[in-house]
Every structure is written in structure tokens, then in C-alpha cells.
């Protein structure tokens, strides 16, 4: 094939630069919109400003460096016409991307990343229908107008042309040259703060494109890794069994960190966990920093085992299951995805019905999210109630403009599991309860009430008037978490009448903490809480210290009865201490496809960045060598840990499951 003469790609050189010019502009176009319709900016305009402009600066020629050779080659040898036509079909999958992108990220307060295909279509159609009907039409004439905007820029612009000069051939070199470049953790990451300002001024596109490369090309870990194993191991330190064969499997540790604190145990106690959708420390309870919606729950924490410092272990509901029942590693995008092959476990659900409880799963929504349904059926639970099994006389909460609603409020979720609960105390129950209402749309029973309820509470902050305006858009999240709380206090009030109460524990805590008020750290995403009350207990507590979902099974097994010598749990168990401090180490898993946090101690790892974790829970980004390799090869443990348990697939011996199972 003859190759033109260098003077004749001159023309496609300045063609490429033109349509680049064009795709630039239409980024930044982009941008101007997102920030004009974001909302309050929690930082001035003119400190996001220039990040901003650096992020899609750098997604544009993260995208032009890959298409400049194929253009190139299509206008040269085909035609003008086919490298055009290829350059408008990448320029409008652009805008189209970067215009989901940043609907979503309106709507969730968080970048939309390679958790995207950790769910199935059904699951990608609910949450869709949930946001499609909080959309404000104010947003969507916006982005409307918009479009329109762009068509005409790209019609005028793209009839242009250069002539005459080598511009066009500088900038193709520049873009080779940007080949060569990394740049993924520039476009997945940035020093800026508040947590909700740093994801403000991500380029949404490069994000979601970087995410998803990593996510289908296998991009490894980028942190600064030994390539030893760390001399004590970084997680629980435990004594481990057949490491080679069971990667987890390690001597349990005898009793509960919580006998203490019982004045009597004559039996084995009710044990009801409420997993309440989104709860964050962030709008709960004493010191919360954006002020407490939980009148209810602040109280109950007053007369109960209260841990303020709680992690969840993931950063959405896909995590909460296996790891408050089993303390499960996360293999590739949650262990409740492996269903419906589950590799054998040991969990409280299982344990439990070997010890003569019955046990009982109640989610006000569909159960098949996240495979729930499938991961505690094969913990060998005696019934899953969802909403296709609530039966007549319950009241679905409101529907979206788009007619979409997610199931059950929680008042009828804890009317249900009253109305289906029997009162007497011959056989020991273990009962999880998913709640749904603190989940976009955020629409409740008698909306007006609670809305005005949550405009009196701003008010009785004193906030200044910008915090006021800024906190005044988060209403019907407010309303929807004071809808929850006072459900919470109606179930207690009937709980406490009937005469299994004085036998039962009630643990409370989030799933993870809801999104979209925004965060102002990396943790804030985990940061819940967690409020165990019974009339067992001799006194309440507040405890600082922090620990997780993880360390849940640990610390509540031994009260079910006979428990095995052998366990496969990552956490070691609450911490009662009343002081702040970390003695734990784990891996916290933000999305489905998105395990980059590790905590250890005082430490936080995040995307191979490094935090100190302060007694608020607060981030602090430090520069600390020696716990920087400390961490990373505590992180590179697990993951050594949990790739080899998704290869094999074994966490225990077949004999020790039987054991326990039968």
C-alpha cells in the first residue's frame, strides 16, 4: 500500500485537530452545565473551578490519544467522509455518556464507576425508576437546552476549516505522545476536600471509562506494595488452619466480648437485627456534623450498647448480609454474587438453626436485589418474606412521577413482622429486617408532615444562612430518615409489650450511609452506627472504639449456643472500649467492583493514598512511609487471601459444614 507524502496528511491533521477542538469545547460545555445545576457548591466556584477544567482536560486527551491513528487512517485511505462519521459517532457517544453520567451523579452525590456491571438489567431497571422520578424539571430543561446548544455548535464548527500550516500535525504528536502517559489515577482520584467537592470536580466520563477499564482489562492494584508478605498477618493476627487449602479458616476465639455486660443469660436470647437502609452517623445521633434526625434513636442509644465509630463493610447493600451474618471475604463483587454456587459457610443464620432457633429474613423490597433471597436461603432460613409475599392489608410507599416505588414503608414492615412473630418463648428466633425508605425517591406516608418535621429541625440548628440553603436540598431525604425514626419508635413501642421482649436483643445499624447527602471524607461512605438494646443488659454503654459488620458474628455466635472450635470470620469481634481507637484491620468494599479502602488501626488506605483517622471519624491525608508499606501489605494480604479462596473455592471443611449444617 503506498503511503501518502507528508504534505498530504497535512489536511487530516488539521481536520483532526478541528473536530478535537470541537470535542474540548463540548466537555467543558458539559461541565458549565453540571455546575450550573448541581446545586450549592459546598467550596466558592472558583476553587473547583480550575481542578474541574484539569480533570476534562485530561479525559480529553485520555480519549483523542486512542482515536487519532484510527481517524487517520480512515480519512487518508478510505475518505474524508469515514473519518468524520467515526469521529461524530465517538463525539456523540461522549455527550450522551457524560449527560447520564452526570444525571446520576445529581441524583446519587457519587461518580458512577464499573459498579455498573456488578448488577443485573433488572436490578440496573429498579434503581434507574427509582432516580428517573426525582429528576427536577428544572435540571432536565436545562440539559435539554443543552442539546440543542450542542447541535448547533457542532453543525457550525464542524463546516469550518484550517488551512495552510501544521498546527493540526503538532497536536497528533502531542497526542501520541499522551500514550505513554498514565493517566488513570489522575482521572479516578484528586487532593481536593470535602469528599463531595473532590467528586464535584471529577470528569464524570473519564471516571466511569478508567473504572471500566480496570474492571474488564484486570488493571492491577496500583498501591506501593512489598513484595513480602507482612510479618504479622493483617487480619484478626490469627492463628490460621491449612492456610494453603482454606485461606480464612483460623482458630475461633472462646466467648463474647459482650458477656460482660449482661446481668443474666438463664437462655438463649431473641436476637432481631434492623438493617436500616442508609443510616449514617453523618444526621444521627450525638456530635452527628450535619445535626441528628433520630430523635428516636438518639434516645435509645441513651438506655442501650451504643457503638458511635461503626463501619459497615461495604458502601452499598450488596455487602450487609454476608458480612453481619458471616463476616465473609468479598471475592470478586460481594460473596452474595456467587449465588447460586455459594461456596460452604459458616454464619449466624446457620449456627442459629443448628441451635434450635428459628430464623427469619424480612426485606420491605424485592429480595432478589443483590441476590439476597439466594445468600440466606442457603444459610437455611425457615422463610423469606418480601414484598411479593407481604399479603393484603399493607400500603406500598408512594410512587414516583415515573410510578416506580421500591416496596413497603417501615412502619408496614414492622407491622408485618409483629403481626407474623409469636409472642411466646419456647423456641429462640434470630430475625433480620431490611428496611427501604431512605432510598431515592425518598417518598414516605404523609410526605407534607414529615417534610415540615425535617424544615423544624434545620431550623433548631442555627445553622448560617448559606449551610441553612445548602442543607434546605437534602428536605425529603431528612423527611424520609424522620419517617424511619419514628417507625422505629411505634415497633418499640409494641415490642416492649410483649412478653418475649425480656429476652431479646435488638441490634440496629445501617446498611451503609446513604449517598446522597454528600460525604465529606472517604470513610463518611461506611460511617454508621450501631445500638444494641435488651432488658439482658445491666447497664448502658457508649462505646468510641470503632469496629464493623465484621466483627458482629464474632462477638454474637457464642450467645446461640454450641459454636464451632473453627471459624472463617475477618472481623475478631466488638471493641468495648469506651475510648476512640482502632485494634481492627479489614477491607472495606465501596461498590461491587470497587475494593481500594483498607483500614488498620489508625490508618486508612484509599486508592493507595493514606489517611489518619481522627476521633470524629474524619480523614486526615498524611505522608507516612513506613505506614504506607504497612498497610499496602496488610491490603495485598487479603487480597492474596481472597484470590486464592475465589480459585478455589473452599473456606472450611466439608466435615465442620456438616458438623454444624445437620
Known amino acids: 500500500m503506498k503511503i501518502p507524502k507528508l504534505h498530504l496528511w497535512i489536511p487530516a491533521f488539521n481536520r483532526f485537530l478541528l473536530l478535537s477542538c470541537l470535542l474540548l469545547a463540548l466537555m467543558v460545555l458539559l461541565r458549565v452545565a453540571d455546575l450550573l445545576t448541581i446545586g450549592r457548591l459546598p467550596v466558592p466556584l472558583p476553587e473547583l473551578a480550575g481542578h474541574a477544567l484539569w480533570a476534562d482536560l485530561l479525559t480529553f486527551f485520555g480519549i483523542v490519544r486512542w482515536i487519532v491513528l484510527p481517524y487517520l487512517l480512515l480519512y487518508m485511505f478510505i475518505s474524508r467522509r469515514a473519518g468524520d462519521v467515526f469521529y461524530f459517532i465517538v463525539m456523540a457517544l461522549c455527550v450522551l ?19 455498573l456491571f456488578g448488577y443485573s438489567v433488572k436490578e440496573i431497571e429498579q434503581t ?3 432516580a428517573t422520578g426525582s429528576i427536577q424539571a428544572g435540571t432536565l430543561l436545562t440539559w435539554g437546552a443543552l442539546l440543542v446548544a450542542i447541535l448547533v455548535i457542532v453543525i457550525v464548527v464542524s463546516r469550518r476549516e484550517i488551512r495552510g500550516d501544521r498546527r493540526g500535525f503538532w497536536f497528533v504528536l502531542v497526542c501520541l505522545a499522551f500514550l505513554a502517559v498514565p493517566l488513570s489515577r489522575s482521572l479516578i482520584g484528586n487532593n481536593v476536600r470535602p469528599e463531595f467537592a473532590s467528586n464535584i470536580v471529577l470528569n464524570k466520563t473519564g471516571f466511569f471509562i478508567t473504572r471500566a477499564q480496570q474492571h474488564f482489562l484486570g488493571e492491577p492494584y496500583s498501591g506501593n506494595v512489598s513484595s513480602q508478605p507482612p510479618v504479622a498477618d493483617s487480619l484478626l493476627r490469627a492463628d490460621y488452619v491449612e492456610p494453603d487449602k482454606y485461606p480464612f479458616l483460623h482458630t475461633s476465639r472462646p ?5 460482660p455486660f449482661f446481668s443474666v443469660l438463664p437462655q438463649r436470647p431473641n436476637i432481631v437485627i434492623v438493617l436500616v437502609e442508609g443510616l449514617g452517623r453523618a444526621f444521627s445521633g450525638k456530635g452527628a456534623y450535619l445535626g441528628s434526625f433520630t430523635p428516636f434513636l438518639d434516645s435509645l442509644a441513651e438506655r442501650s450498647l451504643y457503638w458511635e465509630n461503626f463501619l459497615s463493610a461495604g458502601g452499598r447493600t450488596f455487602a450487609v448480609l454476608p458480612s453481619i451474618t458471616g463476616s465473609l471475604p468479598f471475592a470478586r463483587n460481594g460473596f452474595a454474587e456467587l449465588a447460586p454456587q455459594l461456596p460452604a459457610s459458616l454464619t449466624l443464620l446457620n449456627l442459629a438453626k443448628h441451635n434450635g432457633y428459628r430464623t427469619r429474613f424480612f426485606y420491605a423490597g424485592d429480595a432478589s436485589f443483590d441476590k439476597m433471597d439466594l445468600f440466606v436461603k442457603d444459610q437455611q432460613v425457615d422463610s423469606v418474606i418480601d414484598r411479593n409475599s407481604f399479603g393484603e392489608g399493607y400500603s406500598l410507599l408512594p410512587a414516583s412521577s415515573s410510578g416506580f416505588t421500591w416496596g413497603y414503608g417501615d412502619a408496614e414492615l414492622f407491622r408485618k413482622y409483629l403481626a407474623t412473630t409469636p409472642a411466646d418463648t419456647a423456641r429462640p428466633r434470630l430475625d433480620i429486617m431490611l428496611t427501604v425508605s431512605t432510598h431515592s425517591p425518598f417518598l414516605v406516608p404523609d410526605q407534607p408532615y414529615y417534610t415540615q418535621l425535617a424544615e423544624q429541625r434545620l431550623q433548631a440548628l442555627q445553622l448560617k444562612p448559606e449551610q441553612l440553603a445548602m442543607q434546605r436540598q437534602y428536605l425529603p431525604v431528612y423527611a424520609s430518615v424522620l419517617y424511619m425514626d419514628q417507625s422505629l419508635r411505634e415497633f418499640f413501642r409494641e415490642l416492649i409489650q410483649r412478653p418475649d421482649y425480656t429476652n431479646t436483643i435488638v441490634l440496629i445499624t445501617g446498611d451503609h450511609r446513604l449517598p446522597e447527602i454528600p460525604m465529606r471524607s472517604k470513610i463518611d461512605r461506611y460511617h454508621t452506627l450501631l445500638i444494641a438494646h435488651s432488658p439482658l443488659f445491666r447497664q448502658p454503654a457508649r462505646f468510641s472504639s470503632v469496629s464493623s459488620h465484621l466483627d458482629v458474628p464474632a462477638s454474637f455466635a457464642p450467645l446461640l449456643g454450641e459454636t464451632p472450635a473453627l471459624a472463617t470470620w475477618i472481623g475478631s469481634g466488638l471493641d468495648t472500649a469506651r475510648e476512640f481507637r482502632n485494634v481492627h ?63 478455589t473455592g473452599l473456606l472450611l471443611p466439608d466435615s465442620l459444614y456438616r458438623r454444624f449444617t445437620r
Open 97 to 115: 455518556l457524560g449527560l447520564s453520567l452526570n444525571l446520576y451523579f445529581h441524583e446519587t452525590s457519587v461518580p458512577l464507576g464499573a459498579d
Open 585 to 647: 484491620q479489614y477491607p472495606l468494599m465501596q461498590t461491587k467492583n470497587d475494593l481500594v479502602d483498607f483500614v488498620s488501626g489508625a490508618w486508612m488506605l484509599n486508592n493507595g493514598s493514606l489517611f489518619r483517622i481522627l476521633p470524629d471519624l474524619d480523614l486526615e491525608p498524611v505522608t507516612d512511609e513506613a505506614a504506607l508499606r504497612e498497610l499496602n501489605a496488610g491490603f495485598q494480604r487479603f487480597r492474596q487471601k481472597n484470590n486464592q479462596f475465589l480459585q
Open 255 to 259: 466467648g463474647s466480648t459482650l458477656l
Open 128 to 130: 434507574v425508576g427509582a
